[in-house]
T-cell receptor, first 114, second 117 residues
Framework: AQTVTQSQPEMSVQEAETVTLSCTYD???????LFWYKQPPSRQMILVIR??????QNATENRFSVNFQKAAKSFSLKISDSQLGDAAMYFC???????????FGSGTQLTVLP | GAVVSQHPSWVICKSGTSVKIECRSL??????MFWYRQFPKQSLMLMAT?????????EQGVEKDKFLINHASLTLSTLTVTSAHPEDSSFYIC?????????????FGDGTRLSIL
């Protein structure tokens, strides 16, 4: 079974600075997808960024980018120019290419300091 | 705009009553929907996979007689918590899988906060 590990329960960053959230996963599959979701205090799940395992290029979405290291099974999220609105719980998620279920990590609570 | 509509957003009821939560896919037909449970400051725990026109697939440890799932149409799945008790109090979230394969993400409802007195 696949597992997703987020080793940082809490992180903090100064406004306008850069922060990196870690995520590792364990799988024997070659076809899969990785996601980062954000859950603010409203508890709505918001997709931040996605990565296809077959793509070598790291995904980017404005201030959000990932460092995808397939051999190391690592999928970290970098947030540049952090804003107060970035404060939330961030979940890393894995999906097999042959299934639809998501496997979530335990989450990282990000605090942005003004 | 919202892709998934989930209602109600918050419900408080007495112990022993049954509560129904609706999850609607607004933008596309969904043969598969998912139901999650989330405790405070914890991750989402998959409860069951709802399949249109067939029985739901429950995760290990989830009581299917306690959490009834009905997926009668391509746009609506319902979760009924039967004879709810205080330990059933939690945050329940549904999601819809867009497309059968590929990198399409799951789209989530806004969740339902269930409080059983």
């Amino acid at each position: 079974a696949q597992t997703v590990t987020q080793s940082q329960p809490e992180m903090s960053v100064q406004e306008a600075e850069t922060v990196t959230l870690s995520c590792t996963y364990d799988t024997s599959e070659s076809d899969y997808y990785l996601f980062w979701y954000k859950q603010p205090p409203s508890r709505q799940m918001i997709l931040v960024i996605r990565q296809e395992a077959y793509k070598q290029q790291n995904a980017t979405e404005n201030r959000f980018s990932v460092n995808f290291q397939k051999a190391a099974k690592s999928f970290s999220l970098k947030i540049s120019d952090s804003q107060l609105g970035d404060a939330a719980m961030y979940f890393c998620a894995y999906r097999s290419g042959s299934a639809r279920q998501l496997t979530f990590g335990s989450g990282t609570q990000l605090t942005v300091l003004p | 705009g919202a892709v998934v509509s989930q209602h109600p957003s918050w419900v408080i009821c007495k112990s022993g009553t049954s509560v129904k939560i609706e999850c609607r896919s607004l933008d596309f037909q969904a043969t598969t929907m998912f139901w999650y449970r989330q405790f405070p400051k914890q991750s989402l725990m998959l409860m069951a996979t709802s399949n249109e026109g067939s029985k739901a697939t429950y995760e290990q440890g989830v009581e299917k007689d306690k959490f009834l799932i009905n997926h009668a149409s391509l746009t609506l799945s319902t979760l009924t918590v039967t004879s709810a008790h205080p330990e059933d109090s939690s945050f329940y979230i549904c999601s819809v899988a867009q497309g059968r394969w590929g990198p399409q993400p799951q789209h989530f409802g806004d969740g339902t906060r269930l409080s059983i007195l």
